[in-house]
């Protein structure tokens, strides 16, 4: 997550190299439909333009579709999606069903000047779709479009002009940012990320973020029984069966103990028997001179 600008994208695509898992882009999957002219891609284009959101459920359509392709079997990350309520709630059950959880949500912060600032600058090569910025990273001179074989086509996306990025920041703010992040802060998944300044520094801290924590949404981990489990189990019973192996020493220090206290007895019932005896010699010769009265 993270509103128009935040670097979303390129920082997907930094994770995706990583993990070597597919990116799920809802924003390209959209733009692909639009330059192939598909009915949705007809809808869509209108709706982007001018810095709306696509309807729920069609968005729900797509993404199911996309995860229960075989690709998605070792993981994916999600890029713009979800981005209603919604959308989470049709989310959650969808992985709950493909039994698939989610293990972290990532909220990419950016001051608004910032944001603004990035995606008017913002400009994309109409050849090779690499992305530039006419403030932070401008078109490489000599050219090296498409292998070095064509300059740069470079152009601004109709969605990036000030007036539809300003909209866009709104229905972010207003439709993303408080009510999406509020809807998984009960999950204990999001992993706010400082995404200002250097785009080496935002991976940086996103890569310490995602090594530093990890989980899953307790309602998606009951849908969903991990392999680990029996591993846990396992660990459990040892750690278990570890347990009197703890307590052993102090049981064998009871049975050092009780021995020497054995002996003790021992020594004193020895001690003890003398009077014992005495005491029966006694009784044994009151009784011979009793007899002799007799
Ligand atoms: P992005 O490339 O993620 O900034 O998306 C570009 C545009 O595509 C957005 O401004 C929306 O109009 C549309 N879009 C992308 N993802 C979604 C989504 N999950 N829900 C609704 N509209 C979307």
Redesign the pocket.
């Known amino acids: 997550m993270g509103a ?1 600008g935040s670097g ?2 390129t920082q997907a695509q930094r994770l995706v190299k990583h993990y070597g898992i597919p990116h799920i ?4 999957i ?1 733009r692909k439909h639009k330059d192939e002219g598909t009915p949705l891609g007809l809808r ?1 284009k209108e ?2 333009a001018a ?4 309807d ?1 459920q069609t ?1 729900l359509d797509i993404i199911r579709d996309r995860l229960t392709q075989a690709d998605t079997a070792s993981g994916f990350i999600l ?6 309520i919604a ?1 989470a709630e049709g989310l959650q059950t969808l992985l709950a069903e493909i039994r698939k959880p989610l293990d972290a949500v990532v909220l990419l912060e950016v001051d608004n000047d910032q944001l603004v600032k990035r995606l008017s600058g913002r400009r994309v090569c109409e050849l090779c779709g690499k992305v530039f910025n006419v403030h932070s990273a401008p078109p490489s001179v000599p050219p090296d479009c498409v292998q070095g074989r064509a300059e740069h086509q470079v152009v601004q996306r109709a ?1 990036d002009s000030e007036a539809t990025v300003k909209e ?1 920041l709104r229905v972010y703010e207003e439709k993303t940012r408080r009510p999406v992040s509020g809807f998984y802060t009960y999950t204990g998944l999001v992993r706010t990320v400082d995404a200002d300044g250097d785009i080496d520094a935002v991976t940086q801290r996103l890569f310490d973020t995602l090594r530093a924590g990890g989980g899953t949404a307790p309602a998606e981990k009951a849908a969903a029984p991990r392999k680990r489990a029996p591993q846990r189990r396992a660990k459990a019973s040892k750690k278990a069966s570890s347990r009197p192996a703890a307590r052993r020493p102090v049981r064998k220090a009871a049975k050092k103990a009780a021995p020497k206290k054995r002996r003790k007895s021992a020594k004193a019932r020895k001690a003890t028997r003398k009077p014992v005896r005495k005491a029966a010699r006694r009784a044994g010769a009151s009784r011979a001179r009793r007899k002799s009265k007799r």
Do not use: C, H, N
Request: charged share 25%.
């Open positions: 128009p979303k994208g882009s809802t924003g390209d959209l869509a709706i982007m810095g709306g959101y696509v729920d968005m890029d713009g999606f979800p981005r209603t959308q969605d866009r």
